[in-house]
């Protein structure tokens, strides 16, 4: 059985910093590509970054380009989002999301989904 396991979310001021954590069980998680996406109160799911098998390649949003680090640790099967400078509009449910495609941003291209993390960032 594949899973996926948030962690790491909570409340922070605007301008701090906080790091998520995606454990991840059930798979090979070296054939995979992770991302990392986000629902804000109101919106649709879009992402935010992505990192390839090895941990060479990785993509961001703009909006997040300069601020967010996602990282990925083979040997733990965990993928990792560390954000700093958090804005309030940073504030969503973080997923993330597991895909034998090649580094994807569109969320139909993932095959597995954790169930969330709420980051809520106060101004």
């Known amino acids: 059985q594949v899973q996926l396991v948030e962690s790491g979310g909570g409340l922070v001021q605007a301008g701090g910093s906080l790091r998520v954590s995606c454990a991840v069980s059930?798979?090979?998680?070296?054939?995979?590509?992770m991302g990392w996406f986000r629902r804000a109160p109101g919106k649709e799911r879009e992402f935010v970054a992505v990192?390839?098998?090895?941990?060479?390649?990785?993509h961001y949003t703009d909006s997040v380009k300069g601020r967010f680090t996602i990282s990925r640790d083979n040997a733990k099967n965990t993928v990792y989002l560390q954000m700093n400078s958090l804005k309030p509009e940073d504030t969503a449910v973080y997923y993330c999301?597991?895909?034998?495609?090649?580094?994807?941003?569109?969320?139909?291209?993932?095959?597995?989904w954790g169930q969330g993390t709420q980051v809520t960032v106060s101004s």
């Open positions: 990192i390839s098998w090895s941990g060479g390649v990785t």
């Open positions: 059930g798979l090979t998680f070296s054939n995979y590509d």
């Open positions: 999301a597991a895909s034998r495609k090649i580094v994807p941003t569109i969320d139909h291209q993932y095959d597995y």
